[in-house]
């Protein structure tokens, strides 16, 4: 990726940190029949990417050409979402992918997701957004929560709407 982006070494190393890599466990209790709930709803991660590894319950579900699609599990494989930090590296060229998680009806489902972040204070250059931070990023998320009750995400960041 970063290959294609022409990224020299010294940007790569910047947005692609290890340091602040994160992995998070989430369990998602089953409802009960005739109840409706969403384990996460509709969002595009804040990273550059997320390498989720799913059990075999399911509920992970993708937005692709107007369609919800179900991301069937299959043993032993990853899979990986581009964040909304590469959207703004590549100059929207790749772009993030809206996802949200069903509830299971009869069981409990487990998912790992490690989520890749650029250095907290490296600048995100980027031809459709003003250069920004990761730190500003997560402030402004963090900012939209509290005053208008959902994060605006990157398109907040945008140069020309
Ligand atoms: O549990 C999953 O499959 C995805 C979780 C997720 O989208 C997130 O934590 O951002
Ligand atoms: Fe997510």
């Not at 919800?68 to 930090?85: E, H, R």
């Not at 890749?116 to 990761?134: E, L, R």
Request: proline content about 4%.
């Amino acid at each position: 990726m970063a290959k294609n982006l022409k990224l020299d070494p010294r940007q790569s190393e910047c947005y692609l940190a290890e340091s602040t890599g994160l992995i998070r466990a989430i369990r998602y209790p089953q409802i009960c029949k005739g109840k409706q709930a969403w384990g996460a709803g509709v969002h595009t991660d804040g990273s550059l990417l997320s390498i989720v590894c799913q059990d075999q319950v399911g509920g992970l579900e993708v937005y692709n050409h107007n369609k919800w699609l179900p991301v069937k599990p299959i043993p032993s494989t990853f899979i990986v979402n581009i964040g909304d930090m590469i959207k703004a590296i590549s100059n929207d060229e790749y772009v993030s992918v809206k996802h949200r998680v069903r509830v299971n009806k009869q069981e409990d489902r487990i998912s790992m997701n490690y989520f890749v972040f650029p250095d907290f204070d490296c600048i995100i250059q980027s031809s459709k957004y003003k250069p920004f931070t990761y730190k500003e990023f997560q402030a402004k998320g963090q900012k939209d929560l509290e005053t208008l009750g959902f994060v605006v995400g990157i398109e907040g960041f945008k140069l020309y709407k």
